[in-house]
């Protein structure tokens, strides 16, 4: 497979699924299923996969009764990939812009956030507490691990370009995600499905650059805004993950210790893709309580 042949535009975007909006800083690709306004709810994904990693959640949660925005953040899926830093910023007014243009910026919703996505859930709710319901998290980013989840020499801007071509490239970052499972079931369709952004031009850029200019583990007081602002909260974490280690599950508890924790066994880091028989029940319980 060669990778980042294609320009994401409206011509290459006509046989896509999925919607899409444009906003300030590009082109955006979304999904929205469910009408049910008191039952709003916003997924967010992680660092490189895109809205797919909740193809086992979606149509569940929909089936539920609840309105569910999915989308892709800029530089993954079919979202553009935008000559600019990659940071909570951009990511931050990135959810704002799309609700705003599906009209949905009035209604109050709740969160999923897996991940990196955890981190953009926490900033954003930080900064619209009022529009908030609850926020349910899966393995977040924020707290200090084990050891650094890059290598300090990856944050370095071009320099970490280099490295990462000689390292491989995008092969890598496709074996990277075996990191995500403990045992392989679904790995062979993820992967599939993972692939698919990877034709398109600007993905590795966008990948880098999100690691040069995002903090992964400097989140802790965004964590204590929202315990201190009793917002309704919901902790998943992997028992067997290797990415963000189960062992970091214990300090998220004692930042946000009001929060109903679900530790899934047997799990990596995507317990709700992996798991989702048991993820979902506990997630569409929260959200409904």
């Known amino acids: 497979m060669k990778y980042e042949l294609l320009e994401l535009t409206d011509e290459t975007r006509e046989n896509l699924p999925g919607e899409f909006v444009k906003l300030t800083q590009g082109t955006v690709h979304y999904e929205l299923k469910g009408s049910n306004v008191n039952k709003f709810v916003v997924l967010i994904h992680g660092f490189s996969s895109p809205l797919m990693v909740w193809d086992h959640n979606f149509d569940y949660l929909v089936s539920k009764g609840f309105k569910v925005l999915r989308y892709d953040l800029y530089g993954r899926g079919y979202s553009d990939r935008p000559k600019v830093r990659y940071n909570f910023e951009l990511f931050v007014i990135q959810l704002g812009e799309l609700l705003q243009n599906l009209d949905l910026d009035k209604e109050r919703f709740s969160i999923v956030g897996l991940s990196m996505g955890g981190g953009i859930a926490v900033e954003f709710a930080k900064q619209n507490i009022e529009k908030i319901n609850k926020i349910s998290f899966v393995d977040p980013i924020g707290f200090p691990t084990e050891k650094p989840l890059f290598p300090s020499i990856l944050k370095v801007p071009y320099l970490n370009k280099i490295l990462v071509k000689l390292m491989g490239g995008h092969q890598r970052i496709i074996n990277g995600q075996m990191d995500d ?16 952004q990877l034709v398109y031009k600007g993905f590795l850029n966008a990948i880098l650059s999100t690691i040069s200019y995002t903090p992964f583990d400097t989140l802790e007081q ?8 009793k917002i309704p909260m919901q902790l998943f974490w992997g028992e067997e993950d290797t990415v963000i280690p189960f062992s970091t599950s214990h300090k998220a508890r004692s930042v946000i210790p009001s929060a109903q924790f679900h530790s899934i066994p047997n799990s990596g880091h995507i317990p709700h893709y992996t798991h989702s028989e048991i993820v979902n029940p506990l997630l569409t319980q929260f959200l409904d309580d």
């Open 222 to 229: 965004s964590y204590r805004y929202l315990e201190e602002s």
């Open 181 to 196: 499972f403990h045992n392989y079931d679904h790995v062979d369709e993820y992967l599939e499905k993972f692939k698919t």
